[in-house]
């Protein structure tokens, strides 16, 4: 697997086989506290003190990485002793990392696979990246928004309750959006707010655009029972609170 679909693997191991592993199983522990690690590096924002959580994370997965292999330690375990360090020297550990750039590589190899001629083969990939680049700058940035199959709104009197009084005619919905590089569609869960509770989720219903390409999620609030520690997830229950309308920037 590439390191996108290994992240997504085991960021949705717990939901997949969690409600076939007993609780309190002890080798269980050892998936959660790597759970709780890739949370911490994947993280763009922190406190200084999660340095410190991520070092005691690191230690007891170590722990129970020799008590259930009964083995040595890897390499890769020994470098993970070293994050809590480099998170309060260098910031957020998913800014630093390098596989934005090892993503390049893949680039290259289909070069190098379409290239008959192996003469000079380092200059020939050099110049094509060149080339490459230049298409890429002489295009320009992308829009931050791009829209699916829309449908326009003739008429906004029945959604007067939701929408804002300053929203133009000319809005439209959408079957599925992607805002600033984040896909959005219609049945995902988006979290609404962050409180000493823990998160407040919302179910996507129906996506909309107006005339100066202001994006609203028209969202349906869940009531947030809690967070399951054996499944590392929270746990919702869709009691039909309200709609909300989000506003997207």
Request: proline residues 4%.
């Amino acid at each position: 697997m590439s390191a996108s679909e290994m992240l997504c693997f085991v960021r949705y191991f717990g939901l997949i086989v969690g409600e076939l592993v007993p609780l309190k199983t002890e080798i269980w522990k050892l998936y959660i506290h790597l759970r709780k690690i890739i949370d911490l590096c994947c993280a763009r924002v922190f406190q200084p003190e999660c340095a410190h959580l991520l070092d005691a994370l690191v230690s007891e997965h170590n722990r129970l990485y020799l008590n259930f292999s009964n083995g040595t330690l890897k390499p890769k375990f020994h470098i993970l002793t070293h994050y809590g360090r480099l998170l309060l020297k260098n910031g957020p550990i998913s800014l630093t990392s390098s596989l934005r750039f090892e993503s390049k590589h893949k680039v290259l190899k289909a070069y190098a696979n379409a290239i008959p001629n192996r003469i000079n083969f380092g200059h020939t990939l050099s110049h094509k990246l060149q080339l490459q680049m230049v298409h890429r700058t002489k295009k320009g940035l992308e829009p931050d928004l791009k829209v699916g199959s829309y449908l326009k709104i003739s008429s906004i009197v029945e959604l007067k309750f939701i929408f804002p009084s300053d929203i133009s005619l000319k809005a439209f919905s959408a079957s599925w959006m992607k805002f600033k590089g984040i896909t959005y569609k219609p049945g995902m869960l988006v979290i609404v707010k962050i409180n000493l509770n823990g998160c407040i989720f919302a179910q996507i219903i129906n996506i909309f655009i107006n005339g100066s390409t202001v994006p609203y999620l028209v969202c349906e609030l869940f009531f947030t029972i809690g967070f399951d520690d054996h499944f590392h997830a929270y746990e919702l229950k869709n009691m039909r609170l309200k709609q909300i309308l989000l506003g997207i920037i």
